[in-house]
């Protein structure tokens, strides 16, 4: 009986080298199933597999004529591991290799003659032919040390029988898996990539395909490839000419060399001999990857087009690689012949085109289908008018056919005409003469006329013009219209004929240019505006050269650039397109110019003044920092002058106080100035406006010694403005005088003055005794951009933006400028009426005015203490402030006051000692890290605590819009850093006694009722 799935152990092992070998298993996993099989032998002593060296191994080792396998011993574990190679020699009977069959050996304990290598120790040895078609691919050993080895014959020949049926199915495997990655390959190539010439990317993918790639193991694995194609391939004897490898892919280094001496002496050959060369490389060549170069000459149809060079490694030189690569060899001789003919066609269809190109007349070449296949340079001009037509080819571009260019209602009619032309054409009878008309879509009425058509040939058709309708209306009257329509024109047009001659221009043209009416009028050529303007040009060989050029072949529309030097120096644009006739014949040329000079300088000044905002938000940042410090000089200055006061005083205390009270001026005047905010009219005194304006500008005017004289009318009325706007007008005018007077050297002086101008107005004078400004220029000083400084000298915006803010102030100005030199500019401003008076005094206006002291104002009142307020004595106030010697500064003269003062660096611990302490009030600076003041603010709203009605905020930054924005919108009182110590003790007992009124007066109404309820 029986069991399934159970068979001896014998008969699995001996069929192990067939299952294996259905599986799918590789050279050396054979080689080991079929020594398992040996060993299981009892009377062999050592065993050992070798077979010839597989046609796909690349080692060179593997090349050398040995056969390579494995050896198994008995009584070692370990054998040499050169036994794994088998020389073809004695002691390897040669009878093996003759026959073909099996060969035992007995050698003799006393024999003279030593056993080396894999029969040392053998006393029996058993040789078994691995054979296939009377082939030997490997051979079997059997070794024993004395046991005979006949009842092991049936096994390993046995054995050595499935490993040749194994190496055959191998072999089998590797041809049809070689065939169809060869018939895959041509597949590929003859499918042409999108967008890619079909011959080009053949090619292309035919050198890639002789490369061993990591993804492609099927590949002849080349180390290099290389087609080449022969310069003039219709030449059939002689020695072949040069060889353009174009088409190449591997290791560079080899294709380099393949085109020089000594390497190239292989494919010159081969394509003398027209045969298939091949050689090795030099011995002395330094790279070693290859070991075989073989050219194959590529011929179609007889004729020799080129050469394909490969370099084979050592594991690729076989007679199966050289097949396939002749297989490729003969598409790649298919594909150049595919590529010169379509070179060929190429040329043809160029050189057709080069006709047409010189055809004036619009004729359209049609095939048999009537579809458009060319046109010439007349019908592309009379499509590219319309934008129906960007190239020399019709493809993509034009309708497909003929009738689809014409409008709706004459389609039919055409297609009907046009078909039987076709018809009566292909049958050899001649088209009728019959020439319809018809409108294109552009509007152009045209009549179509067949050319007689030359056999083999494309059908030709010839746009004519249509017969135009006499309109009655003489010429003149057209050419008195054309001239209007020119002169309404802001650019400078100038209207040129076919033969080069003025036929029109304007007198804008004539302003660019320079010239004078009767100038004008004698320039009748292109000749003549180049005589007469290549002068003014900054390079006049070129401006005369380009202009030449531009008459001569314009086909489309130009535009350029034109770099003028004189009258003044300017930059043009000209713009030129040709004139052409209802059916695109050339009648002329129109040119348009415009003056981009105002342009260009607008891009370079805005440049220019994105600059000068980037430095005001620096100045911005640096006096909103400097804010702090200077608040504690200010404020330690003033209480040291105040004690030293009552001791006697202090000069030096003095001076501190007022040098730091003028620095706080104009540190508040750079933040005026620096911020964008939105200009707001009040009473502003012009007087004030001019000191803070001189104060500003002091330093830079001693700088230069430049003497300031400065006379203001005490009684001057108040003018309602905005202070900011004034300023920069009066700073303006202040810089330009000091520039002025620089021109001429250091010294000078300007003189500022103010009185009163009539009827409510007011006047203001800014006056220099520099070169003053020239007569011819001052009507143009106020224009934006103007300038007459070098370049990178102010911006040209100066003057403009004063005249600007006078006007928007209903204001005037005037300059007055002698001949004997010296310039005075007059400002001139309408005084605030009543009525402006009493908006701007209005309480609402009283809070939200920001007050800008004159340096000293407060340096007498700053030596008296002002007497606490009573009602403000123990009041507990809690200040939050970042800055420690701010913070310290407001408690040191609140508690001088008799407050009781808590002192807190950062907003949310101060957050936090609110909800839990009661305060009178709250001191907060603005801007702090972390939580801000506005941000305190509003959480103490959001809570509900009590201290939003008893706050008092200090900031650096009132002068910003959203800083002022909050303060008003909240009724908010603040003090502006840096501030004085009674303005400090002021606000914080207006604040308090605000806060006090209203507890005053509930406690008197309840008074009143216990006095009434008795």
């Not at 294709?255 to 081969?270: C, D, G, I």
Request: with cysteine; glycine share 8%.
């Amino acid at each position: 009986m029986r069991v399934w799935g159970k068979k001896p152990e014998e008969e699995s092992r001996v069929c192990s080298v067939a299952r294996a070998a259905l599986a799918g298993a590789s050279r050396e996993e054979l080689l080991r199933e079929a020594l398992g099989s040996l060993t299981q032998d009892q009377h062999a002593d050592r065993a050992g597999i070798w077979l010839e060296p597989d046609a796909s191994a690349e080692s060179a080792k593997e090349l050398s004529g040995a056969f390579h396998g494995l050896v198994w011993d008995r009584n070692h574990s370990d054998t040499p591991r050169e036994w794994r190679n088998l020389s073809v020699e004695p002691p390897l009977p040669e009878e093996l290799w003759l026959t073909g069959r099996a060969v035992e050996q007995e050698f003799a304990a006393s024999s003279a003659k030593p056993l080396i290598g894999q029969l040392v120790g053998l006393r029996r040895a058993l040789w078994i032919p691995v054979a296939s078609r009377n082939l030997v691919k490997g051979v079997i050993l059997l070794g024993s040390k004395g046991r005979p080895l006949a009842s092991s014959r049936g096994r390993a020949e046995s054995v050595a029988a499935e490993l040749a049926l194994a190496l055959e199915l191998q072999d089998q495997l590797r041809f049809n898996r070689t065939r169809n990655a060869d018939l895959a390959l041509v597949r590929r190539l003859l499918e042409p990539s999108p967008g890619v010439p079909s011959s080009e990317s053949l090619l292309s993918n035919l050198v890639a395909g002789c490369i061993r790639q990591a993804a492609d193991r099927d590949g002849p694995g080349a180390a290099f490839a290389m087609i080449g194609m022969l310069q003039d391939p219709g030449e059939n004897s002689g020695p072949p000419s040069h060889v353009d490898f174009r088409w190449r892919n591997g290791e560079d280094a080899w294709t380099r060399a393949m085109e020089n001496e000594p390497l190239s002496r292989v494919w010159r050959r081969a394509l003398e001999a027209r045969q298939v060369i091949g050689s090795d490389p030099p011995v002395t060549w330094p790279q070693t990857s290859v070991t075989r170069i073989v050219a194959f000459p590529l011929e179609a149809q007889g004729q020799l087009l080129g050469a394909l060079v490969v370099g084979l490694p050592g594991g690729a030189t076989s007679l199966a690689t050289l097949d396939r690569l002749e297989l490729r060899a003969r598409v790649a001789a298919v594909a150049l012949q595919s590529r010169k003919r379509e070179e060929n066609e190429s040329q043809r269809a160029r050189s057709q085109q080069e006709l047409l190109d010189l055809m004036s007349d619009p004729v359209l070449l049609l095939d048999d289908a009537g579809k458009i296949m060319a046109l010439t340079q007349g019908a592309r001009n009379l499509f590219q008018r319309v934008g129906q037509t960007g190239g020399s080819s019709p493809a993509g571009i034009l309708p497909s056919h003929l009738p689809d260019l014409f409008c709706g209602r004459d389609r039919i009619r055409l297609q009907k005409w046009l078909q039987q032309s076709l018809d009566l054409s292909a049958s050899g009878n001649g088209a009728e003469e019959e020439t319809p008309q018809a409108e294109l879509q552009n509007g152009v009425c045209v009549q179509l006329r067949l050319v007689p058509r030359v056999p083999g040939q494309p059908l030709a058709v010839l746009l004519q013009a249509a017969p135009a309708v006499e309109s009655g209306r003489p010429p003149e009257h057209a050419e008195a219209e054309l001239q209007n329509v020119l002169e309404w024109l802001e650019e400078g047009v100038v209207l040129f004929d076919s033969q080069e001659n003025v036929r029109a221009m304007n007198t804008r043209f004539q302003q660019i240019a320079g010239l004078s009416p009767g100038e004008s009028g004698k320039i009748k050529t292109l000749e003549g505006l180049i005589a007469r303007l290549e002068g003014q040009a900054a390079e006049p060989g070129r401006f005369a050269e380009r202009w030449r050029a531009l008459a001569r072949g314009i086909e489309s529309g130009v535009r350029e650039e034109l770099q003028m030097v004189r009258p003044a120096p300017r930059i043009l644009e000209r713009a030129a397109r040709p004139v052409l006739d209802p059916i695109g014949r050339h009648l002329g040329r129109v040119e348009i110019y415009r003056d981009l000079t105002a342009q260009r300088v607008f891009h370079s000044k805005l440049l220019q003044t994105e600059k000068l905002a980037a430095l005001g938000q620096m100045v911005s940042g640096i006096a909103h920092e400097l804010s702090n410090p200077l608040t504690s000089i200010l404020g330690y200055a003033q209480r040291l002058l105040v004690r030293q006061d009552t001791s006697g005083g202090s000069e030096e205390a003095r001076r501190i106080y007022q040098e730091a009270e003028r620095a706080g001026t104009i540190l508040r005047q750079l933040l005026l100035n620096a911020r964008e905010t939105i200009p707001e009219r009040r009473l502003v005194s012009l007087n004030q406006i001019v000191m803070r304006a001189t104060e500003l500008q002091r330093f830079g005017l001693a700088a230069e010694k430049i003497r300031v004289e400065i006379d203001l009318d005490p009684a001057l009325p108040f003018v309602h403005a905005d202070a900011g706007q004034l300023q920069q007008v009066l700073i303006n005018l202040l810089s330009n005088a000091r520039q002025a007077l620089e021109e001429q050297g250091p010294g000078g002086t300007i003189r500022l003055r103010t009185r009163r101008a009539g009827h409510r107005r007011v006047l203001l004078e800014v006056e220099d005794n520099g070169p003053g400004v020239p007569q011819a220029i001052q009507a143009r000083i106020f224009d934006p951009f103007f300038t007459t400084k070098p370049a990178g000298v102010g911006t040209g915006l100066g003057l403009s933006i004063v005249l600007s803010v006078v006007r928007e102030h209903g204001g005037q100005v005037h300059i007055q400028s002698p001949p004997q030199g010296g310039a005075r500019f007059q400002i001139e401003l309408p005084a605030a009426s009543e009525r402006q008076k009493e908006e701007t005094l209005s309480p609402v206006s009283r809070e939200r005015e920001i007050s800008f002291p004159e340096p000293g104002q407060f340096a007498d009142s700053a030596i008296r203490r002002p007497a606490p307020f009573e009602s403000s004595k123990g009041a507990r106030v809690l200040v939050v402030e970042d800055e420690p010697t701010v913070a310290r500064l407001i408690a040191d003269v609140l508690e001088d006051e008799g407050m009781r003062v808590d002192v807190l660096l950062d907003g949310r611990e101060a957050l936090d000692m609110a909800a839990r302490q009661t305060y009178e009030l709250v001191i907060c600076d603005m801007k702090m890290p972390g939580l801000d003041g506005q941000h305190f603010y509003k959480s103490l709203e959001r809570t509900g605590n009590q201290l939003r009605e008893r706050f008092l905020f200090v900031t650096g930054d009132v002068m910003g819009a959203q800083t002022r924005e909050f303060l008003e919108r909240n009724r908010l009182p603040h003090v502006a850093k840096p501030f004085r110590v009674e303005e400090l003790t002021e606000k914080v007992h207006a604040v308090l006694h605000m806060q006090a009124r209203p507890e005053s007066a509930a406690a008197a109404v309840s008074r009143k009722n216990a006095a009434r309820n008795g």
